[in-house]
């Protein structure tokens, strides 16, 4: 039986780590020994190696079920990188290529294949893996298995055959996001007897924030410009059109950004995608369509400009920040008009009630997160049911917000949303129900005689934003309904009627523009990544990062596939003076120290003799 001191031995010579993260010796040691297994970390946290280094333990070659063609290249570019034997089996490749590729898995000339589902499950590829020896199955985003989760592949549903063809190879299934449901899923479809590997879903190097969208465009702009300029993010957006006016507006201020999304031509997406792989500092435009496959160490922040449909797709996309475990945010800008859009995508959707209602209820889920005024860390892992402890390093924590006895506001708020249907046998969007609350006269306030109501300005002292607020934070909380099948109406609900009798208090986050610009100021600061570095060290880093970046175009391989950042800064740090010296640095392994020892030395050699 493989043993845990030999996965340790291959994890310090060929990755150049010096310890296993919490869990991965567990796993490791479960399937290298022939057991099945699901593997949950958060991205980033280093789920890869739970198979990587039993495929290597074990006789035979492991194979990799992978979903997109663009995560399958750089992860065996990145293996090829450390000196391990691996291939990809996809659509890029020509006949001749992909014959000579299952020549080698024949022949045992391989430690690990990478196959889309499509392709390990057709006739040709079930024909090749019966002529190869195999170690273990590997299968990467396994929540897509799932049809209740947020990211369904129907063909992962047909993956179950892997189990019946191959009853005594080793699975081990691997995802980032996935609540109890869809775990029990994935060992039941894909596993057989499946041990699961749970670690914490934290990711204490993200800041999450949540600022409230007045002109989320300008607030974006500012945001990358003051807070990560010249850093490489992505921004989500709901529609295609929205990424590529974005995109356009961010490339109009000087910011290397580039539009993604399912409607452009494939080969521009591949260009776009490349570029944003190989390249430092560029900001990808995207809507979910560029979601898995992102490996990319270096992202140092992900934007939201119009929310997330729930905390599953929330957390998956903001964690492909800062996979390098240096310090990122994620943004996101969030208003009234996201809870509407994301209720009438539901409403309008052909699901069936039960999918709507379960839509419904992560909706919810992720509203109470926009919504919440204590730490947000604490909100999203309480999803996931891990307990934890307030993080300081989110909005919230950082400069919590003042919480108000709203009881009152709400009172006039629900009062006036009752008597204008009452009076006028229709219901009236939030703009109008706040235009009477403040004793506004417009036309359509004198057509419908909403002047003469009793509630007409009775709110006078409050601004349209702050009523606005609470209109979302009621919505949110479902003390009101907006109606999106029919021009955003608000309705009342039972609970409501709760609050109108006083059964029932609201405490809510006080609305302050100030504050939530001190909150802003405060979260971006200062861009800690780089603060370890003097001007001298910096100087040095920027020297690594340029020669990596010519290495990279030469050997046709992403930046971070030769050197991480963090790598980079540690060196620049520490200014190793001997190859065994740069031995000690994390990330640097014995065939990539072998490879470009030498000349990293020379840079520092150069830098230090600089007067």
Known sequence: MPSVSSALDLLRTIWGYPEFRPLQAQAIDHVAAGGDALVLMPTGGGKSLCFQIPALLRDGMGVVVSPLIALMQDQVAALRELGLRAAFLNSTLDPAEARA?????????????YMAPERLLSDSGMALLDACRIALFAIDEAHCV?????????????????????????????????????????????????REFVSSFDRPNIRYRVIEKRDG?????????????????????????TVEEVAALLASHGIDALPYHAGLPAAQRARHLRHFLDDDGVVMVATIAFGMGIDKPDVRF???????????????????????????QAWMAYGLADVVQQRRLIEQSDAEDAYKRLSSSKLDAMLAFAEAADCRRVQLLAYFGEASAPCGNCDNCLDPPELVDATEAAQKLLSTVYRCRQASGIGFA?????DVLRGKVTDKVERFGHQRLSTFGIGADRSEAEWRALVRQLAAQHLLEVDAAHFNVLHLTETSRDVLRGERRIALKHHDPAAGRRRARQAGATRPAMQALSADDLALFDRLRAWRAAVAKEHAVPAYVVFPDSALQAIALARPDCLDALRAIPGVGDKKRDRYGAALLDLIDAATAVP
């Open 217 to 241: 465009r300008a607030q974006l702009l500012q945001f990358i410009r003051s807070e990560h300029p010249g850093d490489c993010g992505v921004v989500y957006c709901l529609s295609r059109n």
């Open 302 to 328: 992900v934007a939201h400009l119009d929310m997330p449909k729930s905390i599953e797709g929330y957390f998956q996309e903001t964690g492909r920040a800062g996979r390098d475990g240096q310090p990122a």
């Open 146 to 194: 799932s049809q209740w989760g947020h990211d369904f592949r129907p063909e992962y549903g047909q993956l179950a055959v892997l189990r019946e063809r191959w009853p005594q190879v080793p699975r081990v299934a691997l995802t980032a996001t996935a609540d109890v449901p869809t775990r029990h899923e994935i060992v039941q479809r894909l596993l057989h007897d499946g």
């Open 101 to 113: 590729v299952q020549r080698q898995a024949r022949s045992g000339e391989l430690d690990l294949l």
């Open 430 to 434: 939030a703009s109008h129900v706040v």
